[in-house]
């Protein structure tokens, strides 16, 4: 099978370089904490960061910013606002990732045992085709009154995903995928996923598929959500699952998403919010972004620095339930930050030593 996303090579000294796309609202100063935490965890990474203004009609800023991704191959992002309904205006999030060719969306939902939620012990892997279905943007008002839009499903791309769904599932021992759909009423569209994912699934004969159509996986995912393991699906139903998923876990705050294509990959929080209304505010959860931010490092290969934040950020979460208001607590941003930071010091003071 092909590799997904090329890892780029590391500089002179075993430093990488990575774009950084701090967003709009919230973006900002979750960049700040990822800044701080790295510093404090001595991480090789030097960022290379682009801002993105959302009120601009031309696209310039765009291809700063694909300029940069493409240099370094690598991104750490913000959700940006699309400020302008102006036709000329592409959304920013949605050009990059079909300019990159960033056609795989992969979302870890895994319970933290610390967040009380509406459902325990979840731990789903969500494959979410990235770059067409109803985010082709081909709209058009073919007369006045009537709006069309088209959603483009190709063999190409939901081969693509379901490949890298039953890779993913056969390298992590996972032992089951579900196709989601919605085949019965839209019979070529989205027929064509699921013939594709059902051709696929042929390859792994000890990986059990199955199919469900997306308004019952929406019910069985509220009420019995552990019977899903490994899901595939286009893009619409991606968001909207993906949310439902985070909601069921602990909300917008907690998880990470990660885009790749074949040469590229952008790291960001898994429901890509921009929480302008709580931004400036210090209560903003971090950890969304500073798990992007690990799932970065991993990709790099920066495996010692990824694990000593990653366990950080799980004692804080789980062992000394230092939570946000979205997880029903009273801590700060930057208590959770600082308590992180804390456990990075304690790390690389015995390190040194
Ligand atoms: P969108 O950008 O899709 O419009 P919002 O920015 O309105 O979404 O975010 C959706 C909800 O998730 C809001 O209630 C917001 O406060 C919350 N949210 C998003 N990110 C975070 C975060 N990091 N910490 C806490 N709450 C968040
Ligand atoms: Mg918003």
């Given at each position: 099978a092909r590799r997904v996303a090329a890892i780029p090579k590391a500089q002179y000294g075993g430093r990488h370089a990575v774009t950084m796309l701090p967003g709009s609202g919230i973006g900002p100063e979750l960049m700040n904490y990822v800044k701080e935490v790295f510093r404090y965890a001595g991480v090789p990474v030097d960022f290379e960061e682009v801002q993105m203004d959302p009120k601009s009609e031309s696209n310039e800023d765009l291809e700063y910013a694909l300029t940069s991704i493409r240099r370094n191959g690598v991104a750490l992002k913000g959700n940006i606002e699309t400020g302008s309904m102006s036709r000329g205006v592409l959304s920013r999030n949605?050009?990059?990732?079909?300019?990159?060719?960033?056609?795989?969306?992969?979302?870890?939902c895994k319970s933290y045992p610390g967040v009380t939620a509406r459902q325990k012990d979840i731990d789903i892997i969500i494959v979410r085709q990235n770059t067409e279905g109803e985010y082709a943007m081909l709209e058009?008002?073919?007369v006045s009154g009537v709006v069309e839009s088209m959603k483009v499903v190709t063999s190409e791309n939901s081969e693509r995903v379901a490949r890298y769904a039953f890779e993913?599932?056969?390298?992590?021992?996972?032992?089951?995928?579900?196709?989601?759909?919605?085949?019965?009423?839209?019979?070529?569209?989205?027929?064509?996923?699921?013939?594709?994912?059902?051709?696929?699934?042929?390859?792994?004969?000890?990986i059990e598929h199955n199919d469900m159509i997306i308004d019952n996986c929406c019910m069985q995912l509220v009420s019995k959500p552990h019977q899903f393991d490994v899901m595939i699906m286009t893009n619409l139903y991606g968001t909207i699952v993906s949310n439902v998923v985070c909601g069921l876990v602990g909300g917008a705050g907690l998880l990470s998403g990660k885009n790749y294509g074949d040469h590229y990959a952008i790291f960001e929080p898994g429901t890509r919010n921009t929480g302008t209304a709580i931004a400036g505010k210090n209560i903003a959860n971090p950890v969304a972004m500073l798990n992007a931010a690990v799932d970065m490092?991993?990709?790099?290969?920066?495996?010692?620095?990824?694990?000593?934040?990653?366990?950080?950020?799980?004692?804080?979460?789980?062992?000394?339930?230092?939570?946000?208001?979205?997880?029903?607590?009273?801590?700060?941003s930057i208590d959770v930050v600082q308590n992180i930071i804390k456990y990075l010091q304690e790390t690389t003071k015995t390190s040194n030593w």
């Open positions: 949605v050009a990059l990732r079909n300019e990159l060719d960033l056609y795989i969306n992969v979302l870890h058009h008002e073919s993913y599932a056969k390298k992590n021992g996972r032992k089951k995928v579900t196709t989601i759909h919605k085949a019965n009423i839209m019979k070529l569209s989205d027929g064509l996923f699921l013939e594709t994912s059902r051709k696929i699934a042929s390859d792994y004969p000890d490092l991993e990709h790099l290969g920066h495996h010692y620095h990824a694990n000593m934040i990653h366990t950080a950020i799980d004692r804080t979460i789980n062992e000394d339930h230092i939570h946000t208001p979205d997880l029903g607590g009273q801590a700060t």
